[in-house]
């Protein structure tokens, strides 16, 4: 259940937070937790709005928003009372992905797959909350959706790529995948990806994110030994302490 009176550290980041310069600081320490070369856009702007704003979730959600990553414009939005560390987070490594830095793959992730950037990036957004559990407690406030502006995003997708990546895909493999910054063709990349795990299309417009689920299943029980669909399933039903425990996710 949520809590009312919001921790101290809500109050301390949004005080701190009134500049680009002060969220590139941010994407620095990203861009080192990641160890990549991928740079934020040459003309990103920052927006801060007070005053809330609805944003519409397919196919009929209508949620309070938190802030959002406009590739076009190349502007972060911070928008309303909802917006913390995890959302500044979240939107930067939007800013950081080959999915809004490339021109072909901007629209189909803004329209056709967008759970699924959205399901990555917030995937992502956990593992460096995770880095900081000790120095901060977002990742606690994230798992536990303690608070509003720290609970995570898109659950039921992001699950599945933290049970697939403790069963079967590195962190770093899906961190390469998103940020993509040493190949040129993305797609080729991407291919590569679904030859060398066989797994079925990811990137495509999923009705629920249990058809989504039902795919990977049945990949997992056609290519692989059957105890590893069976943990993947297993995985799923576990606790989210346990299932975002990226240090249980396969490294290289």
């Known amino acids: 259940m949520l809590r009312e009176n919001l921790p101290e550290c ?10 680009l310069e002060d ?23 920052l927006k801060i ?10 196919p009929c959600r209508w949620v309070l928003e938190r802030g959002s990553y406009d590739p076009n414009q190349q502007e972060i939005r911070l928008i309303g009372p909802n917006w913390c560390l995890k959302t500044i987070i979240h939107e930067l490594l939007h800013a950081l992905s080959i999915f809004y830095r490339e021109e072909d793959l901007i629209w ?5 797959f967008r759970n699924i950037v959205e399901a ?3 995937f992502l957004t956990g593992y460096v909350l995770y880095r900081k559990r000790d120095e901060k407690p977002c990742y606690d406030f994230w798992l536990e959706k303690t608070y509003a502006p720290c609970k995570i995003s898109y659950e039921p997708y992001v699950k599945i790529f933290a049970a697939l990546s403790q069963v079967l895909v590195p962190l770093k ?6 940020f993509c910054e040493t190949y040129h063709d993305w797609q080729k990349m ?22 989504l689920q039902e795919e990977i299943l049945n990949a997992l029980k056609k290519y692989y030994p059957i105890r590893i669909a069976h943990r993947f399933e297993i995985i ?3 606790e989210l302490r346990n299932l975002f425990n990226y240090s249980r996710m396969k490294k290289f």
Do not use: M, Q
């Open 23 to 45: 969220i590139k600081a941010i994407a620095e320490n990203i861009k080192e937790l990641f160890d990549i070369r991928v740079e934020l856009p040459s003309k990103l702007k």
């Open 190 to 211: 991407y291919d590569h990806f679904l030859k060398t795990y066989k797994l079925p299309h990811l990137f495509k417009n999923w009705r629920t994110p249990y058809e």
């Open 10 to 19: 809500y109050f301390n980041v949004r005080l701190n937070i009134n500049n």
């Open 173 to 178: 493999t899906i961190s390469r995948l998103f």
């Open 120 to 122: 990555l990036t917030e």
């Open 49 to 58: 709005k007070e005053s809330p704003d609805l944003t519409h979730i397919p």
């Open 236 to 238: 799923l039903e576990n």
């Open 108 to 112: 189909s992730s803004l329209i056709d």
